[in-house]
Structures are given as C-alpha cells and as structure tokens.
C-alpha cells in the first residue's frame, strides 16, 4: 500500500446513502480514509478543514449542489483535486465542473476501481504541484519575507503584516518613500500566499504615457490605434491566477482609474478596441510613496478607487527610521557587492566609516546603501573602507530632536516635526508613536505625510 493512499482522506458527498457505503467501502479497501456525508450543507462546514486531501461528489442534491461544493473546495484549498459524480442527463453540468477546476467526472453507474484509479492520480498531481511551488519558493532569492532584511520594530510590524494578508486575496496598498523596498514587499506578499505558484507580474504606472499604459494593462486588438499591427494581451490577462503588482498608482492618469475600478469591481476585462469582455481572477497589489489622500483632495487621484485599492495597508518606515537594521543591511549588501566583484580588496567598513554611515540620514533608504556599498567596493583599495571612501555628499549627523530658532513656524509645522522625530526614537514602529503621543494611527500618518 502506498504512502499517499495510506494518507489520503477522501470526503465522500452523496445523498445516496446506499451509494456512498459502497463507495466508502471499496475506497477503504484500496487503502484509502474515506469520510461519508449525506448532507451538502454539513459537507461544506467541514471542507475548510485541511485534513482532508480530495473531495469526491454527487453534482445533484438538495441544499447546495455539487458545484457549489466545488467552488468552495477550490476558494479555501485550490490544491486540493475534486471529482464529481453525474448522471447522464447532467453531462452538460459535468462538463461545467471541469471548466470550473473538478479534475475529472464520472457517470453513474461506475466501478470503485475506476474512482480509485482517478483519486490517484488526482493525488499525485497535487503532490507534484505542492513539491514544484515549495522548489519555485526556495529558487525566489530575495522575494519572500526571509529576504526582508532587519527585525526592528518597525519591519517587525511589516513582516507581521504581510504574513497575517498573504491569504487573505484582498488589495493591498504598500505606502511608503521611494527606495524603502516596497516592490519586495509586494513580492513577499504573492509568494507567502495561495497565489504564490500563480504569475506575479508588475507594472510601473509611472513609466509609461497614458496610452500606452492602457494597452499594456488591458490589451488591445488589431487595428484598435496606430501602430496596433497586432492583438496583444494585457498585464491584467497574464497575471489571471496570480498578483498584479501596480508600481507608483498615484502617477496614474484619471481616466484609466475609472477602468481600473471598473475591473476592480467587476472581474472582467475588455481589451482597448474589443468588443467582448474577459473574466479575470486577480489579486491587486499597489504601492506608492504619494500621499493618496491629498491627491484625491486636488482631484488627481479617485476617492472610490482608493477606497477599494486600500483594504488594508501596508507601512514601510524609512531608513532613518529604522537605524537599528543599519548594521545587518550593510553587511548583507556589502556581502553581495563583494560576490558580485571577487576581485575587490575590500572586506570590511572601519569604525568610523560605520558611524558616519549610522549618521547619515539616508534620503534615498534601502536602495540608496545599497548603491553607497557597492560604490565602496568597486572603488575601494584597502581591506577597509575608511569615511574618506564614502561619497562627499553624506551630509553631517543631524540633530537629534526638533529645534527651534529662527522664524516662528505654525504650530502643525511643529507637530509635524515632532511626530517625525518620535517615529525615529522608537525604530519606526508606528503603532507604539501613535500610542506614545496619545493619538491614533490616522492622526499620525496625517502628520508623516503619508495618507490614511
């Protein structure tokens, strides 16, 4: 007896008792764990349940039908194989169960051995399926939240996040500066998904003129504009099954948000020049370092899309806000410039180069250390990488706390300050700031500049 039917536990859906103890009998004897259930309702509070490995069931029965157990299965555990089973005159039905994700139907009358026969091989796919994503994980470098490096506060707060959405299949919104690492973020959260073995595909909406990006979102036909020798599919048909990830969405045009929303809403698509539309499956991600809610207040950015594109958001703080990661981030890039040039003398950062690196304030974040340490070891021609290796431009270590001379400012210009100061002291952990200065999450992100 094999490994995988020793294991398998089978949920058996009929309201032919009679056929489901036949059923249950024979797939025992082929070394199966077969469970019957008679009612449709009590099988479909029982299938979010993982300990069951494939779903066998009748299409026809009273309460929910056999498809509607199908699309259940699929929604809480899409790897899991369905079979269903038909009589003749539901082929049509049977038919439709395929196209909807059932891996094969039987019609009644049919052999137990025949049911064994596909339950295995259903179950070796999904097995093959699970061990192809585990080793498609594994070959991701830097995608996943292994790859996000720093365990601050504040990047604790994220990772936490990211791990407690990753399934949940509903937009999210990445905020944060340019160079804080939000494209990996937006990696993280496809990969640690159920969507992770689907496409994962990307989009600037800043890098592209509106028409173009219109037909690089959604497609165009032969002939829709000039220049349009061919039908092309759009991003939102590729990445069916997977994330799309919408770089920069507060650079995108007004017109082609109403769009947006339009598939937001609806799930389908029409490609620029088609006439017919296109059912789509897809989770949306988006990022910005815009403050969307200005944006919306100057009509540059729809309220109702925000609202859709933003269920939950994800905070990224800066650099500067997170200076206890500063050591482990340079010595992980430091790392990777050296592979990168092997022939480089440079192995280590002197102890004052490290503290004027700790000082800077890094308006570029992540991405700007990044380059600053790979400019150290191309140039470098010491072991160690003294401060007169560092770029010119790293400014003087910045005062500590808010100060106040000069001009009187107003009194939100202060707050502002203070509030940034704040986020700085506590590692960029927003919901301890928040608390420390006796004031919500909302207040305070008003205050950063950084929307809702």
Not at 370 to 395: I, K, Q, S, W
Request: aromatic residues 4%; neutral net charge; glycine residues 8%.
């Amino acid at each position: 007896m094999s490994e995988r039917k020793k294991d398998a536990r089978v949920l058996l859906v009929d309201d032919d008792r009679a056929l489901l103890e036949t059923l249950s009998d024979g797939l025992a004897d082929a070394g199966y764990d077969p469970v019957m259930m008679v009612s449709s309702t009590e099988a479909a509070a029982v299938l979010h349940k993982p300990e069951f490995d494939a779903l066998v069931t009748d299409l026809r029965m009273p309460g929910k039908d056999g498809i509607g157990l199908l699309a259940l299965s699929r929604r809480v555990a899409p790897e899991r194989p369905v079979i269903v089973m038909t009589a003749h005159s539901a082929l049509d039905s049977a038919i439709e169960s395929i196209k909807k994700g059932a891996y094969h139907y039987l019609t009644k009358p049919f052999k137990v051995e025949e049911l064994s026969l596909f339950l295995g091989r259903a179950l070796d796919e999904a097995k093959l399926r699970r061990e192809a994503r585990t080793l498609r994980r594994a070959l991701r470098e830097g995608s996943s939240l292994e790859n996000v490096i720093g365990r601050g506060g504040g990047m604790r707060e994220v990772c936490s996040l990211v791990t407690r959405v990753a399934d949940a299949d509903v937009p999210v919104l990445i905020l944060g500066e340019t160079g804080t690492g939000k494209g990996l973020v937006a990696r993280a959260i496809h990969n640690e998904g159920r969507r992770s073995s689907g496409p994962f595909v990307t989009l600037s909406c800043a890098a592209l003129p509106e028409q173009l990006l219109e037909s690089e979102l959604f497609g165009h036909v032969k002939g829709a504009f000039t220049g349009a020798t061919s039908s092309r599919r759009g991003l939102l048909e590729e990445a069916d099954g997977g994330t799309l990830f919408l770089d920069e969405i507060g650079e995108m045009a007004i017109g082609l948000q109403a769009k947006l929303l339009g598939v937001l809403e609806s799930g389908v698509v029409r490609a620029v020049g088609a006439n017919k539309e296109v059912a789509v499956d897809v989770r949306f991600v988006a990022a910005t370092h815009r403050d969307l809610r200005a944006r919306v207040g100057s009509g540059q950015f729809r309220e109702d899309l925000l609202f859709r594109l933003d269920v939950v958001s994800v905070e990224l703080p800066s650099l500067r806000q997170r200076k206890g990661d500063l050591p482990e981030l340079i010595a992980h890039f430091l790392e990777r410039a050296r592979r990168a040039r092997p022939a480089s003398p440079v192995t280590r950062l002197s102890p004052d180069a490290m503290a004027k690196m700790m000082d800077h304030s890094w308006p570029g974040n992540v991405r700007e250390l990044e380059h600053v340490l790979e400019r150290l070891v191309v140039l470098g021609t010491n072991t160690e990488a003294g401060p007169d290796d560092l770029p010119r431009t790293f400014a003087a270590a910045e005062p500590q706390a808010p100060t106040f001379s000069g001009a009187v400012e107003p009194l939100e210009a202060i707050e502002r300050r203070y509030a940034t100061w704040a986020l700085e002291q506590l590692d960029g952990r927003r919901m301890l700031t928040a608390e420390k200065l006796d004031i919500d999450r909302k207040t305070l992100a008003r205050l950063l500049g950084g929307g809702s």
